[in-house]
C-alpha cells in the first residue's frame, strides 16, 4: 500500500530545530517589557552573544568541532529580532539559566502621545435616521420541522 504525505517545510524546520537542541524561542510583551527567550543548551556561556546592531537584537551562538558520539559536531546558530520602535535597546538584559534558556529583557519607552479629544461640531438640522441595514428576524414556526 503507498501512503502520500503531504511535505509540509515549517513541519521539517521544526523536526530539524527538535533535534539540534533549539526547540524554542519565545517572545512576550507586557505593558513595561519586552522578553526573547531561547533554548541555547548546546552552547557554553562562551560561545553566545547578544548584540544591538541598528534597531534588531541578533543572538548568535558557535563552537567549533567536538567530539559527539564518535564523530564531529560544529553548531552555529544565528536569531535576529526586530526591535520594536518604543523598546529602550541601551537598557537591554540577557540571562543564562541553569537549563540552558538564554532570557533577553528590555524596557519599553513610556508614551508621551498627547490625546487631544476632538469636537465634532453637529449641524442643527442634523436628526437621528432610521437604520436600513437591520434585518429583523423571525422565529421559525413550529410547523417548519
Known sequence: ???????????????????SGSNFTKMQSDKSQFNFELNVSQFHPQELSVNVV????????????????????????????????NAKAEELTSKLSDSG??????P???????????????DPKWKMQPCRDVVLHRPIPLWWW
Not at 1 to 15: A, D, G, I, Q, Y
Not at 55 to 64: D, F, P, S
Not at 108 to 122: A, C, D, G, T
Open 54 to 85: 541598528g534597531n534588531a537584537l541578533v543572538i548568535e551562538g558557535h563552537h567549533t568541532e567536538r567530539e559527539d558520539n564518535g564523530g564531529t559536531v560544529e553548531r552555529h546558530f544565528v536569531r535576529k529580532f526586530q526591535l520594536p520602535k
Open 101 to 106: 534558556v538564554l532570557s533577553v529583557s528590555m
Open 108 to 122: 519599553k519607552v513610556e508614551s508621551n502621545e498627547n490625546v487631544r479629544n476632538i469636537p465634532i461640531e453637529v
Open 1 to 19: 500500500m503507498l501512503v502520500l504525505k503531504v511535505f509540509n517545510r515549517h513541519e521539517r524546520e521544526s523536526n530539524i530545530a527538535e533535534a
